[in-house]
């Protein structure tokens, strides 16, 4: 028998707290703005906090700024099992990416109070700083310092587009913590998120069973050619950065599109220089995003794009610089988690199936250094890192059940 038999998480509270968490940091289209280490991140943190002193969770911070609530288990010796996901936000980001991982595991929690079951290992719920990557580039930021993968200090001096540093703005709304990084243990951890791609509603399944992640690479690249006057300048005569950016946005994604399905390649962050409507742009910046699956892909797409690149910018007489600012290779989670996810969504007459996690996750680092899995619900058309994301409150529930029984035949009671 089941140790977790027929516990259920209670579908409305956690709706409830994903609204309530959503009025912090409002978008303008009905989404949210929360991103990392903003006065309205602060303000979603004290929310969270106080949830965790209602639930009689301890509240452990470290100096990166994550959160960790713990419960106790019935032998306190016993390495907790980890649920959560991030609070931060993209500038125009959804109600539920992250956010949904770190109320469901609250919502586990919860749930476990109310039913009185008293799990024998610990329990801690995370709020990790800086999932996104958006504000203060790379993404994952500190679970990477956690898992070993980033130098604190470096991930410290990493530095918005206003030149504000990671360091300054998290002691700056007072969230930096005294807890050494990464020190923790973990029996397991597992990430509850929304698929953020269209594959679960199409097929009309409730539940993903992440079993592995795509490998990531954002490279920043700067060209720099020369500003001068629109009017006057031949074409022949230029050196013109804009016109390199375009022709680099064009090569990433015709690449992308040689190795499809597998391979995602986007031009998301653009900066030009001046700016000026009549003045060609003398140096532009912008970070190139390709994904895929497989390793060899990725490597392969990095190389093809790099020699792209250096052949565009000999043609317009630019010069260009490049630097990775973010990489992780393609992730395989622990297969005994992953299990436990999919007898949990099987066990709970949950339609369910395998899949890849399109998106990054907390998880692709911290399953370097725990036997990690994640739950997946679907996301209304797919849509994610865009305002009009949605999900439904069943999926939630369904997502918060598969987790929580997930963690409880984990964590044993
Ligand atoms: O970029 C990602 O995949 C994640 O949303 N930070
Ligand atoms: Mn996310
Ligand atoms: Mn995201
Ligand atoms: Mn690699």
Redesign the pocket.
Known sequence: MSLATNLQIDGDRLWDSLMEMARIGPGIAGGNNRQTLTDADGEGRRLFQSWCDAAGLTMGVDTMGTMFARREGSDPEALPVYVGSHLDT?PTGGKY?GVLGVLGGLEVIRSLNDLGVKTRHPIVVVNWTN???TRFAP??LASGVFAGIHDEAWAKERRDAGGKSFGEELKRIGWEGDEPVGQRKMKAFFELHIE?GPILEDEGIDIGVVTHGQG?YWLEVTLTGKESHTGSTPMYKRRDAGLGMARVIELVNEVAMDYQPDAVGTIGHMDVYPNSRNIIAGRTTFTI?IRSPSKETLDEMRERIEDGIDLIAEALDIDVSIDEVGHFDPVTFDAGCVKAVRDAAEALGYSHRDIVS????DACWINRVAPTAMVMCPCVDGLS?NEAEEITKEWAAAGANVLMRAVVETAGI
């Open positions: 993209q990416d999932e996104e990557g993404a994952m953020q990531l995003d399109g998106a990054g996750h890192h």
